[in-house]
């Protein structure tokens, strides 16, 4: 059902609070995170997250996230268990604020051990700074390599952010063909994935979402060897640059990983002159002729952005009836 | 046939001296450029670049390449219409300069009217300095955007550089679902392309090379809105960004346009501690559970590796009948 954002948002904090492991200051900072995702469609990535088995508002820390390593162009950031969006929203803060004196800016993120959400929001963050942004994430064993059954690879979603005269234009794919919360859905909904997205634990084709979660693997988006080499960059990005697992290897215990780069584009081009090329090519793609009568020509983002027009117009977002209901009974 | 290395290299430099137009000490970066792809089976960006209807030798450039831009961390560079692989050599030395400095190097690169080749090697060079390498150019262009027909995006290939104990973790690929050669080869032997990676002027799949060439559009490699997104982020790092011409538009001349970043792995982790953990990854992977017994598990660039190898230690390589004999007359 549409809700309000704010009485929503209200909804939320107090949920979060409720478990007491989150400090006040950092509740609005995670919230941003949220509600960016089921503002631009994005529900998965949204206030789901506060409901299930594992509620994001009951996650423990086990100190600050601290820096460990700075130089005037990076940020290597322990994140001790905080929660991921709190993690790399820091991150993202500090990869701006090192762009606006350096040029650029990249973090590595360690010691997560939870999904940080849409790689969108962090991509758009930096990107509305004036930076182009690239944000990529590993998580835990979810895509065979090329040739192989084994679940070694995140789902791995890979963001690039860029800005323009008016809204950023935002590309974050996952590298896999399905998500890892498209099985979760598929299972508790007792209906069939598509036939080509993943395997089972023998190499074959599935379209059991159990028989993938348990020995199986997805495969990656284009199910093929360019697809398997993204997911294996994220792998490498994300998780060894970063300082974080791999592979399902215990590292420091079986964290989550993330990079984070902002851009000036000032270092090449006049940046307003940047933002004017990228408009313009925007603008020449979406006027260019479709393939048949049928069909719009699109850009990476537009579904995403319509979704963020309509719910700053009305003030309202879309979230379903069983996750309200669960945000309600837990601040009973 | 197969041909000595050190005679091919003798025979191209040959075929370059006979124009005049590059200068005698710029020859040998052109050729490390060249024979890398040749000796990588990457054969349509190596020596053949020498013959054809615009031989890279018969390029005639405005002026030096000129760096028009430059802080510790970034270069912009306008090449002047000298040859790409020129300006990427170039570019790629500099970056890895700056990577030294500053544990970043980035370069835009401009006014250059030709391919650099084969991406794998400025990325190769950069991982074997010990940095992270992220490469990406844009072409004219070829592909179409995800639901148009026009050709918009160049095939756009961008490659990712990770050293490691042993060779580097190279991984190179084209955004779009066949190369722009692969088109003039398939004319030119007479043959149909495959019935699923390009468009006609009608937006209609077709097998007819021509009909692609001819106000046609290649698809993006998956042939759907990720590969489109990922040619459209090329676009705008190596257009945009640089300070290039970007989808058809003329901006300088239609010039094409480049993107090069190194990365010290050591700002994070210890980069040490990266290579052996990358190797490790690598390990991994090759040792998982193929899908079937009839095939293996392979990572990028494992291909390129083995006729790597065997070119070294044979100090022979593969090269067609044709383009030898091409070479031999012009040097007659």
Known sequence: MKIEIKDLKDLAIRAILKTGNIKEADIGKILDVLLFADMTGRSTQGVIKLTGSEPLQTIVATDEIEITKETPVSVQINAHGNPAPLAAHFATE????????????IAG???????????????????????????????PGAIAPYGGKEPLFGTNPIAFGFPTLKNPLIF??????????????????????????????????TTDPTAVMEGGA???????????????????????????TFCNVDVQGKDWGAFILALDTGLFNDAEKFKESASELIKIVKNSKPRSSDVIVSIPGDRSLKFYKEALSTGEVEISDAILSELRDQVK
């Open 94 to 105: 500090k990869v701006i604020e090192k762009c606006k004196t350096s040029g650029i800016g």
């Open 109 to 139: 993120l360690n010691g997560i051990y939870s999904s940080n959400g849409a790689q969108a929001y962090y991509a758009d963050k930096i990107a509305r700074a004036g930076f182009v942004a690239l944000v990529a994430s590993r998580s």
């Open 172 to 205: 974050d794919m996952a590298s896999s063909a399905i998500t890892w919360y498209g099985l979760i859905k598929a299972k508790a909904d007792g209906k069939p994935i598509p036939n080509d997205v993943a395997i089972d634990k023998n190499g074959e084709l």
């Open 218 to 244: 997805i495969l990656p988006f284009d199910r093929s060897y360019k697809g398997a080499g993204i997911a294996m960059v994220v792998e490498l990005l994300g998780g060894p640059l970063a300082g974080a």
